[in-house]
T-cell receptor, first 116, second 106 residues
Framework: ETGVTQTPRHLVMGMTNKKSLKCEQH?????MYWYKQSAKKPLELMFV???????ENNSVPSRFSPECPNSSHLFLHLHTLQPEDSALYLC???????????????FGPGTRLTVL | KNEVEQSPQNLTAQEGEFITINCSYS?????LHWLQQHPGGGIVSLFM???GKKKHGRLIATINIQEKHSSLHITASHPRDSAVYIC????????FGAGTRLTVKP
């Protein structure tokens, strides 16, 4: 089993749909992250969880709702998205959440989301 | 202006050439990361460094804290090195460069 898995790998949804992205890590890490990568733009950090508690929310619209039920699983719930939310959504994990982001992060393969 | 700047944006090389990708940052950082992203989207962490130089196989990463500059070198480049290379750094937050798209032709 690879370290960080994400499902689904591809998702097409309408603006009125509700869907969820799932991330699972098998590395025994304590910190998990959601990133957004839009075309032609740098990676953007969306949410950070440490020991199942959200520690960072980078001004992300409320139509994105994260959930971390345990240290191995991270979800991103999506509702009433806009076409500009189409992007690659990447999950990552690290051993700890050092204040300096000094821990190496392990990335999942990403979910490519298209909002019609 | 992005707090983490990479150059060049795009780079095409012939197999066997020595490659250098540069990263300059204006934020204070505790560690700088080099990441590799393949066409499918998956990202692999190559290096994490806060001083000096690290080497892994044909890859070498250096950082100069005073000049706020890091370089990623690839020796004897190969077509399988074709990918987007991203540098990132931060303290309490992580800032990412826009990436350098490397194509190595056989």
């Amino acid at each position: 089993e690879t370290g960080v898995t994400q499902t689904p790998r591809h998702l097409v949804m309408g603006m009125t749909n509700k869907k969820s992205l799932k991330c699972e890590q098998h590395l025994g890490h304590n910190a998990m992250y959601w990133y957004k990568q839009s075309a032609k733009k740098p990676l953007e950090l969306m949410f950070v969880y440490s020991l199942e508690e959200r520690v960072e929310n980078n001004s992300v619209p409320s139509r994105f709702s994260p959930e971390c039920p345990n240290s191995s699983h991270l979800f991103l719930h999506l509702h009433t998205l806009q076409p500009e939310d189409s992007a690659l959504y990447l999950c990552a994990s690290s051993q700890e959440l050092a204040p300096s982001f000094y821990n190496e992060q392990f990335f999942g393969p990403g979910t490519r989301l298209t909002v019609l | 202006k992005n707090e983490v700047e990479q150059s060049p944006q795009n780079l095409t090389a012939q197999e066997g050439e020595f490659i250098t990708i540069n990263c300059s940052y204006s934020v204070g950082i505790s560690a700088l990361h080099w990441l590799q992203q393949h066409p499918g989207g998956g990202i692999v962490s190559l290096f994490m460094l806060s001083s000096g130089k690290k080497k892994h196989g044909r890859l070498i990463a250096t950082i100069n804290i005073q000049e706020k500059h890091s370089s990623l070198h690839i020796t004897a480049s190969h077509p399988r090195d074709s990918a987007v290379y991203i540098c990132a750094g931060g303290n309490n937050d992580m800032r990412f460069g826009a990436g350098t798209r490397l194509t190595v032709k056989p």
